[in-house]
Structure formats: C-alpha cells, structure tokens
C-alpha cells in the first residue's frame, strides 16, 4: 500500500486523512521533519510514498490527480508531493537537505511538500504538475484563508470537473456530441464497479469481431446487426480512455491494447463485409485491401509529420498562420475535423452504409472519403514544410529511419551510396523514394502475372530505397518518406495478387498486409513512448520493406497463380508470429512505455 506523511500541526475538522485513505494510502502523522524522515526511511521501497501538508484544502481529484497518476514517477500540487520507487532516492535527499537546513526542530509556516517539490526542482527533476483548472488545492496559514479555500471548494462540483477531464479536448464532432454526452457516464458506471480499461477495450474488441462476424453473414440482418454492433464497440473505445482519465488507471498493458486494438478491429471489419459479400456472389477482397492501404498509409502521413517535427519550434509559416485564423472561426474548427474522416465519423459512416447498402457501396465510399481526407492532410503538410525554416534535429532524422522499416539489403547498400546522396539536392530524397516506389507498383499492377518486369522494378526499388536512406532525413520533405515507403510495399502485394487471379490470394494478400502493417503501428507507438524502434534483428528477419518487396515479386515470378496464393499466406503467417510475438514481450514487460493518445482521434 502507498504511504502518506501528512506533516504539521493537524487542523480540527480537516478532511485530509480521510481524503487520503480514500485514494488508497497508509497515513502516517509526523510532528517536524525530522519524524517525517524517519517515517520515509520506513515506508517500504517498493511502493509510492507522498509528503502532504497537514494544512492542505483542496478538492479530492485535485489530490488524486497529483499523487495517483502512475504515468509519472515524481508529481506535486500545492501542499502535496508524491515520488514511485524510481523517484525514492530523490525524495530522501530533499527531506534529509530539508531536515539539515533546521526544519525538524518544529512546525514552520512554509510548507514542506512545497519546499520538497522545488529542492527537486533545483536537482533538475521532472516533477509533474498536473493542470487543476478550476479545481482548489492550497495550504492556508491562518483561518481566515482557510475559510476563504473551503468556500472555493464548496464553489466547484469535484464530480462534474472529474466528468469533463475523461474526455479527450480534441476529438472529433461526432465523438464530441454524438458519444462523449454518455460515454463518460457509462466510464463512470464501469469505474464504481471496478471494472478497468483494459476490460472494457477488451470488451471493445469482441464487440467488434461479433460485429465482422455478422457482417460476414452477408445477409441484411447480419448487415444491420453488424452496423449496430460497430457503433457499440466504438462507444466501448471512448468508454476505456475515458475511464482511465476518470480513475488514472494508466498502464502499460493497456498502452499496447489501446494502440492495437483500434486498428484490429477495422481491419477485422473490413474482412468481415469482404466475406459476407463473397456469400453474396460479390469478390470485393480488392476494395478491402485497398481500403487497409489507404488508411494505413494515411496514418503513416500522420505518424511521420508528427514525429518529423516533435523537436520543432512553433510552426511560422504562412500556412500555419492561415490555419490559426481558421481556428478563430468556431464552425471552421469542426469542419476541419470532420474533413479529415477521424475514426469516429468514419466508424459512423461505415456502420450506416453497412445497414443501408451493400459491401461494395460501402467500400466505394470509404475510399472516395479516405482518399480526400488524404489529399486534404498531406497537402495541407507539404505546404508547412516548404513554407517554413526549423531545421530536423536528430532525434527526428533517426524516428523518421526507424519508421522507414530499411532492411538488410537497403542498409547494406545505403553505405556506398552515401557519398551518392549526399551530393544530391535536398528533395531528391522524397523524389527516389517516390521514383522506385511508383515503378515497382505500377509495373506489379500493368503488367502480365508472373513476368520478370516486377522483379526488375523491384530491384531497382530496393537501389533508390537505399539512396533514399543513406543519408539522415533532415530535409523539408523527408517525412514523405516513410509513406512512399508504404503505399509501395502495400500496393505492390495488392497489385500481384490481383493479377494472380487465384483463389484466395487476395484474402492472403490482405493477411500478409495486416501482420505487416501491425509492426509498422507496433514501431509507432514505441517511438512514440521514447523506447526507439523494434530490435535490429526483428527488422532483419521480417526483411525490411524493401526485402519484402522483392521477395513477393520473386514468389510471382516463380510461382504458380495459386501456389503464389499459398506462398503469400504462408508469409502472413510467418511475419504475423514473428512480430506479434516480439510486440507482446515488449508491451508486457515492465520497461514499456505507458503511451496513451490524447490528441485526435485517427
């Protein structure tokens, strides 16, 4: 159990100690800091250990958001501090320069959770301090302030403050007033019944695999329960993150849930409404494939712009003024967002079109929606970066390698093409990745299946991918990198096993995409996290893209129509243990980051 020091003289009527058991602590009274750093030297050190001021008023959540929040391993508010095991030798030091500076000999009027929290401050901590709004968390010093502060807290409803904070401030309309309104109410339910995150993200899940299951059916009851069903298990999507926010139950588990599982269950649905049409007489495993493709590769825009300009300072391009004037404008706000097709809205319009028309319209429109929401974000993209001046730093340059997935053949090539690339202009870089990307692809999708022209562009793709690399992705447009990098590898695999014709190879080509594409998500959120790329070896055994590549269009070469079918699903297989078995090690172990999204919903 975590252990709280409450020090200083206690305050008749004070709600403290009760406030502090109720969030799950050992309350221990210290007269002077002296006892209190004896009673820290016996708290155990395994656990999280807080030093609050006796004196403190303040709401509950305010309390519970600084010293309860498992994200971060040193936090304060006003009149409270608190450290996790990994912060215990830095809270020992302060207490003992605080009890050497003559602060045991008594009660002082400053107060010592303060004091703490900037000696730790002064040793270059990070000390989290969480943003309380209009929640109070003070330390008055005589009762005329105290007074004044009980009647701040008896002004603001704890609960309701509680209820606004679960939810994200950036999601999009139809989450914002069409889910949120309940969600948090049904977050909330869950949390007085000590059901957690990582339930209800479970929970999520199966509803939507029931989901592709009845769409799978490919009648119209199937299809209408399949819509209903998907608009629950997003429902059940907001739910889990609003119920982590309402009862800060961070965890790295839940981290590797909450990243996978939103595109599990998509993917999942996508081939749900592929065999439901294959029942119907329709082969629409094409538009399921492509969809995926869009829509990973729209993420990957996402992934790498962001990552691209993590370091950066504030955007001053003309563009980025623009949009700030938009944001002045409320209506333009929510047009934005809804433009850019979030997974709310598209979740929405995909549960719609399946109740109402067919497989095929479905896809259509999913394709037409994504494929302009793609145009609208990378546009908008390319036009900040042209238009403005912040240089990369390395940290970017080295996320926007790892989110590249080079393997073995383009790293052994990319070293005597250095001397190559760093001679060429700055956007030849985006331009080669571009170039041999949009040779490979087309030649897979124009020409006759099982020729030798695929292999040749595929080769070639493999020597501007490794000049693409061989130098560090500083340059305005270099996040554009990884993207081509995608939509190659993905649109080449599609455009083979369209070609082939054979049974099942489309379906096996959506397989072999999904497992793929999951490392590469996998590789985002551990980026993310600040725990770097996936292992080398990981990315040497799965071959890098550019080594997948030219093995599919080998396998097309050499192989049989439906051979090739069996050979692409025998490379899913392998590629989906592969990386879902190291993914699972990392996300379960103790040294994974807890990454919890916040911003947008994609």
Partial sequence: MSTAILTGQPVPGSSIEGDLRSLGFDVRVASDTTEAETLLAQAPVDERVAVVDARFVGHLHALRLGLTDPRFDLAAVPGAVTVRPAGRQALTRAMARENSAGGGNGPTADSLADRIAGSLDADGLAVHRPELGSLVAAVPTDPQGRNEARQAVAAVDDEAVRLKSAVKSRDGFFTTFCISPYSRYVARWCARRGLTPNQVTTASLLTALIAAGCAATGTRGGFVAAGVLLIASFVLDCTDGQLARYSLQYSTLGAWLDATFDRAKEYAYYAGLALGAARGGDDVWALALGAM?????????????????????ANTSPTAALSDRLDSVGWTVWLRRMIVLPIGERWALIAVLTAATTPRITFYVLLAGCAVAAAYTTAGRVLRSVTRTAHRTDRAAQALADLADSGPLAQALGGPARGVARRLPGIATPVLALAGGLAVTATAALTGFGGLWPVLAAAVYVL???????????????????????????????ALAARAGAHGALPAAFGLVAAVAYHHYDTVYRIRGDAGAPPAWLVRAAGGHEGRTLLVTVLAALLTASQFAVALTALAVAVALLVLAESIRFWVSSGAPAVHDEGEPA
Avoid at 302 to 312: G, L, M, T, W, Y
Avoid at 472 to 488: N, S
């Fill in 464 to 494: 501007t991918s490794a000049v693409a690399v061989a130098r560090p992705l500083k340059g305005a447009l270099d996040w554009l990198v990884p993207p081509f990098f995608r939509a190659a590898e993905y649109g080449t695999v599609l």
């Fill in 293 to 313: 493709v869009l829509q990973t590769c729209r993420h990957v825009v996402d992934f790498s712009f962001n990552e691209a300009n993590h370091d950066a300072t």
